[in-house]
T-cell receptor, first 109, second 116 residues
Framework: GQSLEQPSEVTAVEGAIVQINCTYQTSGFYGLSWYQQHDGGAPTFLSY????GLEETGRFSSFLSRSDSYGYLLLQELQMKDSASYFCAVKGSQGNLIFGKGTKLSVKP | KAGVTQTPRYLIKTRGQQVTLSCSPISGHRSVSWYQQTPGQGLQFLFE???????NKGNFPGRFSGRQFSNSRSEMNVSTLELGDSALYLC???????????????FGEGSRLTVL
């Protein structure tokens, strides 16, 4: 079957760097996505990695290693507004996106 | 361009009742997916529609059903509600035949269902 593992909670201080890891098991891999969801809000797409390596988008970067079935989301220069839940996701065998259970990031002043 | 719109945003039902939730995708998007979100369980896939056809279905009982109309709007129905159906129901759209192809889905803010 397919599954994704990510830490349930992470805490960091404003201005710091935090890394949220995601390991996955899937039959047939197409790419790893990351989503952000603020409390009471809609999940919003952050990034998609189909190939190995680091993709940078502003303060956020996403990394993928297909050989290790592993990826991470890196958030730099943390701001209070980054406090949210972050989900990794992969394409399942039926063609739909399967999400991890999410990592709740708390940014402290 | 308007985003994904879900109605109603909040609703309260009692056990045994049924509920219908509506989703209007982004204009031009023909794929609509539904997810159930509960605390600690993340997003659980319900079903996906493209051009009025159900393409995929998750592991939910037959009480959960859906459909898509010719204008790409979608509805999902839950019959014989149970307490465990209390959740945030999220709809997401994609212009591609399946949103998972690019890993990018556009989500609505959800319909929060409380079953008493």
């Amino acid at each position: 079957g397919q599954s994704l593992e990510q830490p349930s909670e992470v805490t960091a201080v404003e201005g710091a760097i935090v890394q949220i890891n995601c390991t996955y098991q899937t039959s047939g891999f197409y790419g790893l996505s990351w989503y952000q969801q603020h409390d009471g809000g809609a999940p919003t797409f952050l990034s998609y990695n189909a190939l190995d390596g680091l993709e940078e988008t502003g303060r956020f970067s996403s990394f993928l290693s297909r050989s290790d079935s592993y990826g991470y989301l890196l958030l730099q220069e943390l701001q209070m507004k980054d406090s949210a839940s972050y989900f990794c996701a992969v394409k399942g065998s039926q063609g739909n996106l399967i999400f991890g259970k999410g990592t709740k990031l708390s940014v402290k002043p | 361009k308007a985003g994904v719109t879900q109605t109603p945003r909040y609703l309260i039902k009692t056990r045994g009742q049924q509920v219908t939730l509506s989703c209007s995708p982004i204009s031009g998007h023909r794929s609509v997916s539904w997810y159930q979100q509960t605390p600690g369980q993340g997003l659980q896939f319900l079903f996906e529609y493209f051009s009025e056809t159900q393409r995929n279905k998750g592991n939910f009982p037959g009480r959960f059903s859906g459909r898509q109309f010719s204008n790409s709007r979608s509805e999902m129905n839950v019959s014989t509600l149970e307490l465990g159906d209390s959740a945030l129901y999220l709809c997401a759209s994609s212009f591609r035949e399946t949103g998972a192809d690019t890993g990018e889905l556009f989500f609505g803010e959800g319909s929060r269902l409380t079953v008493l």
